[in-house]
């Protein structure tokens, strides 16, 4: 008898003991309002991971393995916008790389809600993740929230959050203009400013482009600044352009601006 | 030496030189580097045995969950069934280093293999990750199919839905069917490349 009970216990702590990807994240929901008015058109919301220590999301191109973190609304009375992802890190693994979050990150998107809300708000979504040490666990989470109907009301720990990550927002501008091209299996890309630091490298919005794994090499030439890049042999076409952040640690200090920037989105054509 | 004879030997050194790296790393469309393996059972095995004959190359790691999705679901024997009755050769190929994810002693994955039911004419082991690294393999799984003549003609994704999810196995469109199904029927592969998805292969460095 005692010998049963002592191996239910320790097959319950086994079983306890292995986590699965959603226990190594968790997603805090929260709205930019606390109450919204039938005036209300955007209700902002940013959603809050917590990441298990030494574990990995992925940004929206997860690089050479991995799934870009989801988000999956229930329908409701509303539309949604895409997701703002703050700016990822690269994180080399044995010659690859991936593009990614560690510790915590904030997503932020927006409810657009329709004309004639009249009731209280109602959201649901699961949110879903591949998060990732050594190993790769699939986890989701889902997620609700209700705002009444009455008077706009903001909601300061949004403000909060949204003040304390704009630095880790990439930064969009028309400044910096670029161009590529691709000769065989290497892109080199052009750009129109010769002060960007000497670290930038380029992540594109979409996998599948270029070999992640190599630093990019970064060249002066003239008043341009050079950025070389492998393509990837197996991809399906040459893009006709492509997107992205230019992102250097140094920070990019954009002419007549007086903050320097980590990330800026580019979007150049390729020949 | 006469200057023309030692122009000669550098010219040709630089050829031989030149050869020997050309068609070291597989590209899509041209001949798939041979390489030779080990398998579970301790045979022996190399690409070029299976000259004439079409070569699927599934890259896998037992533990990563895109292979477990493949696996659990009966998708992936059940494709491997298809195809060798076919009389295409099909090899399990594992680049997990010693001590990493999905590596395991021949008795482990010879038991795996079992216990999965799994219908590859071989798993190969590639704990150095040379071949690995010599296709380019990222995830598990990947896919590669190479033709009679030796000719890669696809390589990527094992099909169109990215994820974890069995459920979308059935909504997805399989790419080694249609590479097959295609070069069979003498029509050209398309896509003959597609990005892989799954975990990263866990090479040694």
């Not at chain 1, 052009?190 to 482009?209: A, M, S, W």
């Amino acid at each position: 008898m005692l010998k049963k009970l002592i191996f239910l216990l320790l097959s319950a702590t086994l079983l306890y003991a292995a986590e699965t990807g959603s226990d190594l994240v968790e997603v805090e929901v929260i709205p930019a309002y606390a109450e919204i008015s039938d005036k209300t058109k955007i209700v902002p919301v940013a959603l809050k991971f917590k990441i298990e220590d030494g574990w990995h999301i992925y940004w929206r191109n997860p690089g050479d393995s991995g799934l870009p973190t989801e988000i999956n609304w229930e329908e409701g009375k509303f539309t949604t916008t895409d997701i703002q992802w703050p700016i990822p890190e690269k994180i080399p693994f044995t010659g690859l790389a991936n593009y990614g979050f560690e510790d915590e990150v904030v997503l932020f998107t927006a409810i657009r809600l329709e004309r004639n809300l009249i009731d209280n708000l109602e959201v649901n979504a699961n949110i879903s993740w591949l998060v990732c040490k050594e190993a790769c666990l699939p986890g989701d989470q889902d997620i609700s929230f209700e705002l009444p109907m009455g008077r706009e009301i903001s909601n300061p720990e949004y403000n909060k959050l949204q003040q304390k990550y704009k630095a880790e927002m990439p930064f969009s501008t028309d400044i910096i203009r670029a161009t590529g091209k691709i000769t065989e299996d290497e892109l080199v890309i052009t750009i129109d400013d010769e002060n960007l630091p000497k670290d930038v490298q380029f992540f594109p919005y979409e996998p599948g482009f270029i070999v992640n794994g190599p630093e990019q090499e970064v060249e002066k030439l003239g008043n341009k600044t050079i950025i070389k890049i492998e393509m990837d042999t197996y991809r399906y076409e040459n893009p006709k352009s492509l997107k992205g952040l230019l992102i250097s640690n140094e920070g990019i200090d954009l002419s007549k601006q007086v903050e320097k920037y980590k990330a800026i989105v580019i979007n150049f054509p390729i020949n | 030496m006469k200057l023309n004879n030692i122009l000669m030997v550098v010219f040709l050194t630089i050829i031989a030189v030149g050869t020997a790296f050309a068609g070291d790393k597989a590209k899509v469309g041209e001949k798939a580097p041979n390489f030779t393996l080990v398998d579970s059972n301790g045979n022996e095995h190399s690409l070029s045995d299976f000259s004439g004959k079409y070569v699927v190359l599934e890259w896998i790691n037992y533990d990563c969950p895109f292979v477990v999705k493949h696996y659990d679901s009966g998708n992936m024997q059940k494709l491997q069934k298809w195809a060798t009755e076919k009389d295409v050769v099909w090899l399990a190929i594992c680049s997990s280093a010693e001590g990493k994810q999905g590596n395991f002693t021949t008795d482990e994955i010879n038991k795996r293999n079992k216990d999965q039911k799994a219908n590859f004419t071989a798993y190969l082991i590639d704990e150095s990750g040379k071949v690995g690294k010599m296709y380019d393999a990222r995830t598990t799984p990947n896919m590669y199919v190479i033709n009679p003549n030796g000719e890669l003609i696809y390589a990527g994704a094992i099909d169109s839905i990215k994820s974890t999810n069995q459920d979308d196995i059935k909504n997805s469109t399989n790419y080694v069917k249609t590479t097959l199904e295609a070069a069979w029927a003498g029509k050209s592969v398309d896509p003959s490349t597609t990005q892989p998805y799954g975990c990263g292969v866990k090479y040694n460095k």
